[in-house]
């Protein structure tokens, strides 16, 4: 395999781990936002809403840089990380996933609590007619009802995070082989002359690599459908 | 008494005030469309709480709020089929058949399926049954789920006639043959003076 240079390997592969780490982290919260924001009328549902949503308008270097002002060293919550847990995210690539995984947060919310809406409730009220609790309800019900949702949420919020660029490099820095994924890489190979073609290598791999994310989560949506294609 | 029953609903402007008080098997709950009669299935199923009354069904107390007693829609042992049937989209007729099945129950799979001759449907999607077919469905996983009263909201809607009184002979038989209480809502006189002389009316 060595159509990529060993750097473009390492680049590929720190980003790639960076995004799965940052979806894998968030999709739980991701969607129990969702269905609180789907399902639930509580006090300050509209704050919770807009925070939500806040990295979808703000700036991403705005968020890079709340983010450095909670989770950096003198931040609230990173001095009791790295007091208690000697954890620091700053210049790590855990900061950088969590920088992604905030940036992919509402795009992942959108999608899954749409499909949580596109749920009929009264098939709920069914389920609990027949005897299921609430919990045995949602996980026979609406969980495997808005998989679609999930998917799809999956997928934006990967293609969100493989592109993270602003509030990456704005909370864990451009350090090569830490926190510096394909975009970043590409945003230093443009400050140097004569990277040209190392740059176009870079974006070409990038393109590809978000295609592929398409085109799977076009695969695992129609499997899923498969059998029974009239469902939603 | 097989039915005690005295409730009111609020559903935004309105109020639904709702009393039976029989000991037939089978009781009807008419009135024009917009009355709130599938409120107040609704109300006896747990999916909605009544402003204040009381709801006894055989021996059990499912709703009092003088006693402030108000089960979950789980423990009421209510086997409701809904107008819309609202089988699981997700699940092949044999999986929403058994969904509320318990150790325990009064009916067996088999006696189910050859009382509602369904055994052909096991295999398939709810999306690909017929209204007729739909509704035996939804009949049979209600009967599954070992209630200890059924509810029957318009059994016979969106089906022609000989579909129809397919349905209306195997209300007939679950009445004779089985021993649960059974309340009927439908607004077809016709449908009710053939099931049963004991008649609520709301609105």
């Known amino acids: ?232 | 008494m097989c039915f005690d029953i005295a409730l009111e609903l609020v559903r935004g402007e309105r109020r639904i005030a709702c009393t039976i008080a029989s000991d037939a098997k089978l009781v009807a709950l008419t009135g024009p469309s917009g009355a709130g009669k599938t409120s107040v299935l609704d109300a006896i199923a747990g999916l909605l709480r009544p402003a204040h009354g009381h709801i006894r069904i055989g021996e059990t107390v499912l709703f009092d709020s003088a006693q402030a007693i108000d089960l979950l829609p789980e423990r009421r042992g209510a086997g409701y089929v809904f107008q819309d049937m609202r089988l699981f989209p997700h699940r092949r007729v044999g999986a929403n058949l058994t969904y509320g099945q318990r150790d325990g129950s009064w009916i067996t799979t088999d006696e189910v399926i050859s009382l509602l001759d369904i055994g052909k449907l096991l295999d398939r999607w709810p999306a690909t049954l017929s209204g007729g077919e739909a509704r035996r469905v939804a009949i049979g996983r209600a009967l599954l789920s070992s209630p200890d009263f059924l509810l029957l909201d318009e059994p016979l809607a969106s089906l022609d006639q000989p579909r129809g009184e397919e349905i209306l002979r195997l209300i007939e038989r679950i009445r004779d043959e089985l021993t649960i209480p059974i309340l009927l809502v439908s607004h077809d006189p016709a449908e009710v003076a053939r099931l049963t002389d004991v008649v609520a009316a709301i609105g």
Not at chain 1, 73 to 80: E, F, I, K, L, Y
Not at chain 1, 160 to 183: D, V, Y
Not at chain 1, 191 to 196: D, F, H, R, S, T
Request: proline share 6%; glycine share 8%.
């Open chain 1, 1 to 232: 395999m060595n159509f990529l240079t060993p750097t473009e390997w390492a680049i590929l592969g720190l980003s790639l781990k960076v995004s799965l780490v940052a979806i894998g982290l968030t999709m739980p919260v991701a969607y129990a936002l969702a269905w609180l924001l789907a399902r639930r009328r509580f006090p300050g549902r509209m704050l919770l809403d807009a925070l939500v949503h806040l990295p979808l308008v703000v700036p991403p270097v705005v968020t890079g840089w709340l983010l450095l002002v909670v989770f950096g060293r003198q931040g609230p919550v990173g001095s009791v990380l790295q007091d208690w847990f000697g954890l620091s995210l700053t210049f790590r690539w855990q900061g950088a996933a969590l920088a992604a995984s905030v940036m992919a947060l509402p795009l992942m919310v959108r999608a899954m609590r749409l499909s949580i809406e596109a749920v009929d409730r009264r098939l709920v009220g069914a389920a609990r007619s027949l005897g299921a609790s609430r919990w045995r309800a949602f996980l026979t019900i609406t969980l495997p009802l808005s998989l679609p949702g999930i998917l799809a949420g999956a997928v934006l919020g990967f293609a969100r995070s493989i592109g993270e660029f602003g509030a990456t490099i704005t909370f864990a820095a451009n350090i090569p082989g830490e926190t510096q994924t394909l975009p970043l890489a590409i945003y230093s190979g443009l400050q140097v002359p004569g990277m040209e073609s190392d740059v176009a290598r870079l974006a070409v791999l990038s393109i590809a690599l978000s295609l592929l994310a398409l085109l799977a989560s076009e695969w695992l949506v129609r499997r899923h459908q498969g059998d029974r294609a009239h469902v939603l």
